[in-house]
């Protein structure tokens, strides 16, 4: 099957254009899933920790808005995050949607942060803290949505569940792709599964200057496959779903925890 990861600029004025070139890179492509970043359709609402909740409001508007146009991406897997409401409680919901069955919440993201710039503790309720592994049409799939990488226990937990795909959206900045791409690699070897992030694009927005680097990491030594650039900001690739199928059954995934 093939993959398509990407970096989308986080503002409006450039969304429209990324988008179109977006859509024409999955057609010329034939691409099966696309994964977009966090929250991609509104201006990242917690670089602030003044919680304003008409800024809330719009930025689930705006996604209710972009969601009833994922079926320009035609019929692919289309996965990502957005903000949601239920019961009085605000979530940022990690969902799968297709042409068949349309817009399906899956997972509602359970670590938070509270630092400078992403300040989503302040902003919105954490999830029940259940990682289920979502059947889909293209493959089994786990969520693990920007900081959540970094709790390795559920990669491991996923491994033991069978995922093939993990899918990180993400919202991070310029001075720690690195870091991220590492974690990146590790999720990728310890849960035996494809890695696939998207993130936004480069370019500075107040006080957060994003970083691009979405990325496909292979499931068995972590190797990067590929990344998307300033330059090249839609990456797709094909893969082998039997490839993560087969990691199960070799080191470390298949050390008795």
């Known amino acids: ?36 970043p966090e929250m991609p359709f509104y201006p990242w609402i917690a670089r602030g920790n003044q919680v304003d909740d008409d800024v809330w409001k719009a930025s689930v508007e705006a996604h209710d808005r972009w969601i009833t146009r994922l079926t320009e991406l035609e019929s692919t897997l289309v996965i990502s995050t957005r903000p949601v409401v239920q019961k009085q409680k605000k979530f940022n919901e990690g969902f799968i949607w297709d042409s068949t069955n349309g817009y399906q919440g899956v997972h509602r993201k359970y670590y938070l942060p509270d630092d400078e710039g992403w300040w989503e503790a302040s902003w919105y309720d954490r999830g029940d803290g259940v990682f289920s592994v979502i059947q889909s049409q293209k493959g089994t799939i786990g969520f693990l949505i920007c900081t959540e990488l970094w709790f390795n226990v559920h990669a491991r937990e996923y491994a033991k569940e069978g995922i093939e795909l993990l899918v990180t959206p993400r919202a991070t900045e310029i001075t720690s792709i690195d870091k991220w791409l590492a974690g990146g690699r590790a999720a990728a070897v310890v849960s035996g599964a494809y890695s696939l992030s998207s993130n936004y694009s480069y370019g500075k927005k107040g006080n957060i200057e994003w970083g691009g680097g979405g990325w496909i990491i292979e499931p068995e ?4 496959l590929g990344l998307t650039s300033r330059e090249h900001p839609f990456l797709t690739l094909e893969i082998d779903l039997s490839v993560a199928q087969n990691a199960k059954l070799s080191y470390p995934r298949n050390v008795v925890g």
């Open 1 to 36: 099957m093939k993959v398509t990861v990407c970096e989308l600029r986080n503002e409006p004025e450039y969304l429209e254009q990324d988008w179109q070139e977006l859509a024409a890179h999955v057609k010329s492509e034939s691409s099966d899933l696309v994964l977009l």
């Open 221 to 224: 030594e972590g190797h990067v």
